[in-house]
C-alpha cells in the first residue's frame, strides 16, 4: 500500500520511498513547484550552497526544497551507491528535511554516457513557492529504473537482467511505466497532468516510443531523451515526469 505523507514545512506531500529519496513529491493546497535547472551540472557540495542561496533569495525555507536531478561520472556499484546515498542525506539532515529516517525529497540520479562530470552533482532542483488557492497542481515522480525499490539489492531483481534486446527493452519499459504511474496516482495524478517527461537510456528506444510511450499517454508534453545511464551497473532504462508550470535557468 502507497504511504503518502505531508512535510508540513516545506508545503508539499511526498509518497513514501527508500532512505535516499522519495518517490514522488505534490504542492500541498496553497502552494506550487517550481524547478530551476543549472546551465552545467554543480559538485555536489557546491551545489547545496547555490540551493541555499536560491532559497534565501526568494525568502523560502531550506524545507521548501522538494526535489533534485543529480548527475554522476558513472554507474556505481551496489556498495558505492550506498555510500554515496549516505552522502548525499547529510546535509538533508542538517535542513532538517530527512527526520526520523524519512526522506521526503524526490530523486533522479543519472549517468551521461558522453560528457559526464567528474564528480556527482545537481542537474536540477524543484521546491516549493507560495501560490494563491486554488492553484494548478504541481508534483514531481522521482526517477524509476527497471528493478523494484526497497530490495536487499538492485541486481537480483532488475527486469530482463542483462537483455537488451527489443523484446528485452520493451519489458523494461512496461515496468517502468506502470511504476511511474502508480506513484503518480498515490499522490493524485495522471498522464494527463504531466508536463515533461524525461528517458534515460543509451539504448535504441524509436521502437518504444510510439506503442509504449506515447500510446499510453505517457508523453503529453513531448518526451526528452538523455543519452544516459541509471544511476547502477546493470540497470539499463530510467524514467521520470513532472506536472509543473514554471521552470528557470540559473
Known amino acids: 500500500m502507497s504511504e503518502v505523507l505531508t512535510f508540513a514545512a516545506g508545503g508539499y506531500r511526498y509518497l513514501k520511498g527508500v532512505f535516499q529519496y522519495s518517490a514522488a513529491v505534490a504542492a500541498e493546497p496553497g502552494f506550487v513547484i517550481e524547478r530551476a535547472r543549472f546551465r552545467r ?22 524545507t521548501a526544497f522538494c526535489a533534485c536531478e543529480l548527475r554522476s561520472p558513472a554507474p556505481f556499484t551496489e556498495a558505492g551507491f ?52 486554488p492553484a494548478r497542481g504541481s508534483f514531481i515522480v522521482a526517477g524509476g529504473a527497471e528493478a523494484p525499490e526497497g530490495k536487499s539489492n538492485y541486481r537480483d531483481h532488475i ?53 509504449e510511450i506515447v500510446h499510453r499517454g505517457a508523453a503529453p508534453g513531448g518526451l526528452t531523451w538523455h543519452y544516459a545511464r541509471p544511476p547502477v551497473i546493470e540497470l539499463e532504462f530510467e524514467m521520470d515526469a513532472r506536472g509543473v508550470s514554471r521552470e528557470i535557468v540559473i
Open 41 to 62: 551540472p554543480v559538485p555536489l557540495a557546491a551545489g547545496f550552497q547555490a540551493i541555499e542561496a536560491h532559497l534565501n533569495s526568494l525568502g523560502r525555507p531550506l
Open 82 to 133: 550506498e555510500a554515496f546515498n549516505r552522502q548525499y542525506v547529510t546535509p538533508l539532515g542538517a535542513w532538517g528535511i530527512c527526520r526520523d529516517g524519512l526522506n521526503p525529497v524526490a530523486r533522479s540520479n543519472v549517468c551521461p554516457a558522453i560528457g559526464a562530470p567528474d564528480a556527482p552533482g545537481f542537474y536540477a532542483f524543484s521546491y516549493t513557492l507560495p501560490a494563491p488557492s
Open 159 to 211: 527486469i530482463r537482467r542483462g537483455d537488451i534486446s527489443p523484446d528485452g527493452l520493451r519489458d523494461k519499459a512496461r515496468f517502468v511505466l506502470a511504476e511511474l504511474e502508480r506513484r503518480m496516482g498515490a499522490v493524485g495524478f495522471a498522464w494527463n497532468d504531466v508536463t515533461h517527461t524525461h528517458l534515460y537510456t543509451t539504448h535504441d528506444i524509436h521502437a518504444l516510443l510510439g506503442p
